[in-house]
Each structure stands twice: as C-alpha cells, then as structure tokens.
RNA sequence: CGGGGAGUAGCGCAGCUUGGUUAGCGCACAGCGUUUGGGACGCUGGGGUCGAAGGUUCAAAUCCUUUCUCCCCGACCA
C-alpha cells in the first residue's frame, strides 16, 4: 500500500482527551476515530489489525471444533425475557422499540440466541457436542467508556458457544477451548494470566477470566507467591484467622471522643485495626422472579478489611448494591459512623456478618451513639441471626486459603473469559436433547468471549515506547515498512524504491510504502509512530554504495542491506520477529 | 447516578477575570519558490453558527439561566 494514497493522519500532539497510552497511540497513528462515547472507527491501519487478529481467531477457534456462523445485532424482546435477562439486566441492555411497538434490544452477548437457534435444531445426543463461533458486534450501554479501545459500548467479541450432552463432556471439552485461548493471545503476543472469576451476570457454574496485566487495568488479581491460587479480586478467598482469641468478656460501653473512624478509634483506644468490628449500610435491590424489591442491609466486617460487593451481592442473591443514606441508617436505629448490631431493629432488614467477625470474640464496635463504642462485642451473646458468610476482600499480605502463602494483587484488564454456563439457558429457553434410552435431558452449554477491540488495546499497551506503537509481526497491519527519501531530482532513488516495493509485494510481503513527498523526518516519525516491525529506508546515501538500511523498530537495530537481494536479506529479520510469538507459544500453560 | 474538569478551525491551545474594531496563535491543509537522512523556511491563501438555546446590554466568546456533549475518579464487564 501507498502511503499516498492510504486514508491516514497522523496526529502530531496528543488528543486532550486521551490519557491511557494505546488511546493516545491508536488515536495518533491513525487507526481508530471516536465517534462519540465509546463508539469507534477502525479507519484502514486499524481494520488491518483487527483482521490479523480476527484471523488469528478463526484459526484457534476451527482447531478447537469450532464453526463459525453469524447472530444478529438487534434482537426481540422476547429471548431475553425467557432468559430472565431481561429483568435481571439494568441499563447496559440497550432497548428499543420497532415501529410496531415491539420491544427489542442490541444483544450484549448472544447466549439467548443461540440457546434459542440449539433448542430448534438439536434433538438428538447424536448431534452433540457442537461448537459455534461467531465475530460479531456487542453493544453494552456502559455507565461510562473509558480509555479508548480498553473499555467501549460498542465493541466487536469473538464469543463461541459450546454444547454438550454432560457436564463430564463439558469438562472434557472445556481444557481444549482454555488453552485455545492462551493460543490466540500469545499469537497475538499478548501474556495473559487466567483467573477464576464471578460469574456475574453470565450465570453457570465456573468461570476464568484471561488477564492481561497492566497497570490501566480495572480489575484486581489476588495471586500467591507460594502455590499457583489465582483469582478475581472479586472472588478471591484467603485464610481467616482469629487473632486475638480469648474468653468472652462483659459487654461495655466506652466514651471515644472523635472516632468516626476505625484507624482514629484503633489509635484512642491503644488497640489494634484488628480488634475492631465496622458496620457498613447498604440497600439491595432484589429482584425475584416478578417482583423488584429495595432491601436494607446492614453488614459488619472487622475494622482492618473492606467489603467485597460482589461476595455480598453473591451471599444475598442480589441484583445490585448502593450506598444506604443516612436517613435510612437511622430508620433501624443505627448511628452513621458509630454503628453496631446491637438494640437496633432489623426485622426488615437483612444482616450480614462477615464469618471472621462471627469468630472472634471482644471487637469493639459502634454503640449507635455519637463518640460511644462498645468494648467485647461477641456475635452469638450481644447480637446474633442473620447470615453468616465471606463478604471481605483479599488483599495484599493475607494468606493463601490453599497453602498459607502470602497473597499479592496485580493490575489487569480482562481480555477474555470462559464461563461453564451448565443448563442455566438451556432450561430457560428449553433446548432439550434425548438420550440413546430416549429420555429427555437439558443440553449442557458453555460460552467464551474475547474482545477483538479490548485485546488491540491491551497489545498496545504492551508493546509500546515514547515514540509509538512496536507491533508484535503476527498483528501488524504491514510486515515492512519502505521509506523511500527520493527528492525530486534523485530520480535514480525514486525508480529503485519503485522496483524495490514492487519485488518485495511480489515476494508476497505486506508492505507500507512511504512515497509521500515530505521530508526524512516526518517519514521517520510516522515510521516509527505506527509501529511496523521492520523499516526499510531507501536514499541517496545507501544507494550510492548499493544499500538499503533496515531497521528493527523493536530494537532500534539498524544493518545495511544489499539493495540487489533484498527479500532474501529481510529473511532472518523477519523470522527473528517471528520467533518471538514462538517463543512465547512454546511456554507451557498454567493449568487452570 | 455521585464527585471533579473541559467545550473557541482537523489537532493542540490563548482570549473570558475587568463585555467594545474584522476572534487569535502553533501544527495540519492549498498554491508558489527555496530546501531535502530524524517532525525545514519564506510568501500567499482557505477553513469558525466561539457546543446549543434563552436572557442582560447600545454592544456578548466574555456576564446570567437552562441544556447538550466529552474527559477523569468511584458502583460494571470482552
């Protein structure tokens, strides 16, 4: 391709509203273009990208038994309502009316289809298993789209959707489409961690999330340095320990003057964080099966830790969490900044205590009284009832629950996941098979997402310096870079960049070919801004003694080169670029 | 939705506090000339409903009200 002719700016100053480097980057080498909130073009630099990748992904995803086929966009109302989704969704579900007042909505994810497409066309256990795969557009109304390509409304997915006659198939099946996932990213040069995950909204039985870290990732990984425990932030679960055991000692009251908070109060009264109990105010929204109701939950969790929403919302059955106001927290006879379980009224209301509180003995807590505490709150004697459960979060320094080790985080961004979805679908939009007795059983069904836009991002964001993109060979829009310098004059120079771009196309490489009549620097710049792996520079310098210089953009290498034999030597250069991707292929994979 | 910031040419910004000619600058763009191996220089030129609506005023980019959009931080996910 001419560069002359290519639909391409580059941007010299970086756009105001960009801040995460691959937004910065994508946005100034010309390959993507925000419409509005969250809403992208591919210009043509970009769609070369996606293409390698989506090629990458039709190629992993067939390996793996996988058919591709096509879902629409916008859906009826109706799937979803069969799903349940419909209700259980909030306001990511982009919903719409036909002109015909019908409802619709643009699918965030397609199990209801093809749940529905399965349930008419499988009957029989002979049909099973099968595998579908589509490359399609997803729409989530996201309450806010952030940095760039990371975290979009619309966005284009790769989601495969595997069927199974049982869960013993399913699990049989479900390695070969993890470690196809670990193929498609280190293809793409992308390392990722695989974790276990919420299932949230998915639904199923077990999930993994494919994690690219980096430090513009909005998820928390909990890992431990001793044994291979990986998990969501979310999920992740450490050992809880009772550190200050003892006999139960007499409930009692204590003035603490300005201790609306754990470390102030920790501090006043010469204990420590760990000795404390918090309550925290929340209200749920719970959703059954046709009713929507506001739930007040009051929470305790030793002082020294913070609530896990997600582990909460799990151990309720909730639809969502927020915040209780302050009127609500004193309509149960609570006290904000000073609360506790005890004497207040929760006959409406849900109590939850973190099980490490319920174990330990003598915390001291709110006394729902300004400047009050209670010194030896003990469950089971001063409050008891409710549930009991894990509602904190991991964090870095706890203990493994598996083997003691000590836990630390990382940053990611979620760039695939896998959820064992069981026959949660396939009993709601009835997809049923027979058996060779001729007795009727839910299919079992799972389902896997990678996020083509999302991954781009994250390569970026891994293979990136102060002056531009450095991209992997395997998803470079070109393999080679051809700069030519000819002026106007060097007449000479311009014919043989001319030969030399025509050779190399014929040889079969992809090459960006500069011919544009600018000046050496802005050529260099752009070069090097849009990332292709390898330049080739032609000019009146090289020439004179019959050289062409190369440069590795990853390395900042340069070599002369025959300008008679060229393409024999890019040889080595591009295998060296190309053995890259291998090298990481060829690490093993961590078991899930 | 809560909190913070910003909307002036394709991009980056100044002007606004203290209203006053024809709204500026750099980059980019077009033409001509000189240049030509790491973002050249000169001359000329095109491009703006100053986010929108309403108001105050002799006069509004500037003051007031409303509204829309975008970005960043917190509750969601590929």
């Known amino acids: 391709m001419r560069l002359s002719k290519l639909f391409f700016q580059s941007l010299r100053d970086n ?3 960009a801040e995460v480097a691959s937004h910065q ?11 509005t909130s969250g809403i992208f073009e591919f210009l043509p630099l970009g769609m070369r990208v996606r293409q390698k990748v989506e090629q990458i992904l039709r190629e992993e995803m067939n390996a793996v038994d996988g058919q591709e086929m096509i879902m629409p966009v916008v859906q009826p109302a109706e799937l979803w309502q069969q799903s349940g989704r419909w209700y259980q969704i909030g306001d990511d579900l982009m919903r719409m009316q036909d002109r015909s007042g019908r409802d619709m909505c643009l699918a965030m994810t397609h199990e209801e289809v093809i749940a529905d497409l399965v349930s008419h066309s499988v009957n029989s256990y002979k049909q099973l298993p099968v595998v579908m795969y589509q490359i399609q557009t997803k729409f989530r109304d996201e309450l806010r789209a952030r940095g760039g390509l990371l975290r979009v409304r619309e966005f284009t997915m790769k989601d495969a959707y595997s069927f199974h006659a049982d869960f013993e198939d399913l699990d049989r099946y479900y390695p070969r489409m993890y470690e196809a996932y670990f193929r498609v990213f280190r293809r793409a040069g992308l390392d990722v961690v695989a974790i276990e995950s919420d299932n949230g909204m998915m639904g199923g039985t077990m999930a993994h999330e494919f994690m690219a870290i980096s430090e513009v ?3 928390t990984l909990v890992l431990c340095r001793n044994c291979n425990y990986r998990a969501n932030r979310q999920v992740a679960t450490f050992r809880k320990t009772v550190v200050h055991p003892g006999a139960r000692l007499p409930l009692e009251s204590v003035h603490t003057p300005d201790c609306a908070t754990i470390e102030d109060l920790a501090k006043y009264l010469d204990i420590a964080e760990d000795q404390t109990a918090k309550a925290i105010f929340l209200v749920a929204t719970m959703v059954r099966s046709d009713t929507v109701e506001d739930v007040f939950v009051f929470c305790m969790i030793r002082g020294d830790m913070t609530l896990n929403e997600t582990k909460l919302i799990n151990a309720i059955n909730a639809a969502s969490l927020h915040p209780a106001s302050e009127a609500e927290i ?9 609360g506790s379980p005890v004497d207040v009224d929760l006959s409406h209301s849900l109590l939850v205590v973190d099980d490490l509180v319920a174990q330990s003995p003598n915390l001291v807590a709110g006394a729902n009284k300004v400047n009050f505490h209670y010194k030896n709150l003990n469950y089971g004697r001063d409050y008891d009832g409710g549930l009991v459960a894990d509602i904190v979060s991991a964090e870095t320094g706890h203990s493994c629950e598996n083997c003691g080790g000590e836990l630390y985080s990382l940053r990611g961004v979620e760039v695939g996941n896998t959820f064992k979805l069981g026959t949660k679908y396939s009993e709601t939009m009835d997809a049923y098979y027979s058996d060779n007795q001729g007795s009727s059983h839910p299919i079992v069904m799972a ?3 990678i996020g083509v836009g999302r991954l781009i991002a994250c390569v970026v964001e891994q293979y990136h310096d102060e002056n531009g993109i450095i991209w992997p060979l395997s998803v470079a829009p070109y393999a080679v ?12 120079v311009q014919t043989k960049a001319e030969c030399l771009y025509e050779e190399l196309k014929r040889e079969g490489l992809e090459i960006l070919y500069d011919d544009r009549a600018d000046r050496a620097g802005v050529k260099f710049n752009d070069a090097d801004l849009i990332g292709i792996p390898l330049q080739l520079t032609i000019g009146n310098r090289g020439l004179s003694q019959g050289k062409v210089e190369l440069k590795v953009r990853r390395t900042g290498e340069r070599h002369m080169l025959n300008a008679d034999e060229v393409p ?22 961590p078991q899930a």
């Not at 980057?25 to 419409?35: C, D, E, P």
């Not at 250069?573 to 990481?584: G, H, K, R, T, V």
Request: aromatic content about 4%; proline content about 5%; charged content about 20%.
């Open 15 to 17: 756009p105001a509203d």
């Open 25 to 35: 980057l994508l946005l100034r080498a010309g390959l993507i273009r925000q419409v």
């Open 217 to 219: 990732g909005e998820d």
């Open 330 to 338: 004193r309509a149960v006879g609570a006290e904000p900044g000073y």
């Open 447 to 449: 389902s896997y997402g």
């Open 481 to 492: 870079h051809l700069i030519s310098l000819a002026t106007a004059k060097q007449t000479d």
């Open 568 to 589: 024999v030597a890019l040889a080595p250069f591009l295998q060296a670029e190309e053995n890259l991707i291998q090298d990481l292929l060829a690490r093993d994979i």
